[in-house]
């Protein structure tokens, strides 16, 4: 008996210690941070949590076997195990967006400057350097591989744009989610820390 009161206590403080580690991390991201900043951020809390994960099974390895956990302690666990579950995919789908942004940025760059090349200073420019009495040729298969390559990068953002939408919706669902887990379940581990006191 003893040995249980032993184990909800840790578990009950390691839940509380994760969860106020993970509240100072959920801190509003200031504008000044780089995508690569955050980018790092969120992999050293993807890896903490990893570390959490393995120290949590650890621990759960030493106890004895055929400890018989009470319905409200499997409860606990399993209350705990699918919040960890939805802030990992939190985690995952945060750093997805991350990279579909950054793609985004690249590519609209790229048609920015596709467009730049594509007026007819910038056709004229890149066929004065050839010197060649074909200029006529040159100017419109030059106008067409830029056009191509327009359609086709176009045809990319528009996926990206569609895909970067629905992450965003599956984002808002799942952090939605994470703060209905963690609203009913931290008061139920106060009340359990309350009562060992």
Same mark, same amino acid.
Request: proline content about 3%; hydrophobic content about 40%.
């Given at each position: 008996?003893?040995?249980?009161k032993?184990? =909800?206590?840790v578990? @009950?403080?390691?839940i509380?210690?994760? +969860?106020?580690?993970?509240? +100072?991390n959920?801190?509003?991201?200031?504008? $000044?941070?780089?995508? *690569?900043?955050?980018s +790092?951020?969120?992999?050293?809390?993807?890896?903490?949590?990893?570390? %959490?994960?393995k120290?949590? !099974?650890?621990?759960l390895?030493?106890?004895?076997?055929g400890?018989? %956990?009470?319905?409200k302690?499997?409860n606990?666990?399993?209350? %705990?195990? /699918?919040?960890? &579950?939805?802030?990992?995919?939190v985690?995952?789908?945060?750093?997805?967006q991350?990279?579909?942004?950054e !793609?985004?940025? +690249?590519?609209?760059? &790229?048609?920015?400057?596709? #467009?730049?090349?594509?007026?007819?200073?910038? =056709?004229?420019?890149?066929?004065?350097?050839?010197?060649?009495? &074909?200029?006529?040729?040159?100017? *419109?298969?030059?106008r067409?591989?830029?056009?191509?390559?327009?359609?086709?990068?176009?045809q /990319? @953002?528009a996926?990206?744009?569609?895909?970067?939408? #629905?992450?965003?919706?599956?984002?808002r669902?799942?952090?939605?989610? /994470?703060?209905r887990?963690?609203?009913?379940?931290?008061?139920q581990?106060?009340?359990a820390? $309350? *009562?060992?006191?």
């Open positions: 008996m003893k040995t249980i032993i184990l =909800i206590c578990f @009950v403080f390691s509380h210690i994760f +969860a106020q580690n993970n509240q +100072a959920n801190l509003p991201i200031q504008p $000044s941070n780089s995508i *690569d900043q955050i +790092a951020d969120l992999t050293k809390v993807a890896n903490s949590l990893q570390i %959490f994960n120290n949590f !099974k650890a621990f390895a030493t106890l004895p076997q400890i018989k %956990f009470s319905e302690q499997q606990f666990l399993l209350a %705990f195990e /699918v919040l960890n &579950r939805a802030e990992q995919r985690q995952i789908l945060q750093k997805f991350i990279e579909l942004t !793609k985004q940025a +690249a590519l609209k760059t &790229r048609l920015t400057q596709i #467009e730049q090349d594509s007026s007819p200073e910038g =056709i004229d420019r890149s066929v004065a350097l050839l010197g060649t009495t &074909r200029t006529a040729e040159i100017r *419109d298969s030059r067409k591989t830029l056009e191509g390559e327009r359609n086709s990068l176009q /990319v @953002v996926q990206i744009n569609q895909t970067l939408a #629905e992450t965003s919706n599956e984002l669902e799942a952090l939605s989610l /994470v703060k887990l963690r609203d009913k379940c931290l008061p581990i106060e009340e820390l $309350s *009562d060992l006191k």
